[in-house]
C-alpha cells in the first residue's frame, strides 16, 4: 500500500509504503506536541494512507514542515543502512518532499 502526505490542496506527496512510513517515524520520533504525536501514532497503527499536513493546527503544521525542510534528509542519510539497495533512490524521493516543504514554506513568508 502507499501512502501520501499532503502539505496543501494543491500539493502531495505520493510515494510507496515503506518511505510513507519511514517518513512517519522521523516525524513521531520529533514531534513537539502531545497533539502532533497522538496523530502520528494514530497514523501508523492504523496503517491510513494519508497524512494532512494542510490540516494540522498551525504550530504543529510549522513544525512538521520544518522538520521536512531542515532535517528529513540529513536524517536519513545519517540512520539508513549504506549497504540498503536503491538507497540514492529513497534518499532522492525524500529530498523530493523535503523540497516540497520548503517550497510550501517559503510561499507563506
Excluded: C, K
Excluded at 8 to 29: A, G, H, K
Excluded at 41 to 63: F, G, I, K, Q, Y
Excluded at 69 to 90: C, F, I, K, Q, W
Aim: proline share 4%; charged share 20%.
Amino acid at each position: 500500500m502507499a501512502g501520501s502526505v499532503i502539505l496543501t490542496r494543491d500539493l502531495s506527496w505520493p510515494v510507496n509504503s515503506s518511505q510513507y512510513n519511514w517518513v512517519l517515524e522521523f516525524l513521531l520520533n520529533s514531534a513537539t506536541s502531545v497533539g502532533l504525536t497522538e496523530l502520528l501514532v494514530e497514523t501508523l497503527e492504523n496503517n491510513l494512507p494519508m497524512l494532512s499536513v494542510a490540516d494540522m493546527e498551525p504550530d504543529d503544521r510549522l513544525t512538521v514542515l520544518r522538520l521536512l525542510r531542515d532535517h528529513l534528509v540529513s536524517d536519513a542519510t545519517e540512520r539508513l543502512p549504506s549497504s540498503m539497495a536503491n538507497r540514492a533512490g529513497y534518499v532522492h524521493a525524500l529530498e523530493e518532499l523535503a523540497a516540497l516543504a520548503r517550497r510550501v514554506l517559503a510561499e507563506r513568508g
